[in-house]
């Protein structure tokens, strides 16, 4: 795959994690002090945790981007850095509300919102690695 300089996760992940953790702690005094409960309380927590375990939606590399997502039962679309480069397959949508990741690529068509820290690190690693910048969508 060559080496990872850009990957796209969602950052909702660690505020639910934070509000999660303090819940759990203040159950577990009031909670018996009986093992079914302590195992069905970390049982819980473990599923609730892997159900929202953020993964790698996208994924930049040195010469590829990767795209996680079930399309027509496809489940990872990986497109050539020349071909992204070449097609203008990113694009970036701006609003003074909000900025986005727009995709286009044959059926894969997906716009990814973008914190400002995402997208500083996204055009940072591109301009790096690719030597280029992703242009505004028309």
């Not at 990741?101 to 690190?121: A, D, G, M, V, W």
Request: net charge positive.
């Amino acid at each position: 795959m060559g080496k990872t300089i850009w990957r796209l996760v969602d950052e909702d992940f660690f505020n639910r994690l934070a509000i999660l953790t303090p819940v759990y702690s203040a159950l577990i005094p009031i909670l018996p002090p009986n093992e079914h409960c302590n195992l069905i309380l970390g049982t819980a927590t473990l599923m609730y945790v892997f159900a929202i375990l953020p993964l790698p939606r996208v994924t930049l590399s040195n010469e590829k981007l990767i795209i996680r997502i079930k399309i027509g039962g496809r489940e990872v679309i990986t497109i050539p850095k020349d071909e992204v480069i070449s097609k203008n397959i990113i694009c970036i949508k701006k609003t003074p509300e909000s900025t986005m990741l727009h995709i286009n690529h044959e059926q894969f068509c997906h716009t990814y919102p973008l914190s400002r820290r995402q997208y500083t690190k996204l055009v940072n690693a591109l301009s790096k690695h690719w030597n280029w910048t992703p242009p505004e969508c028309p």
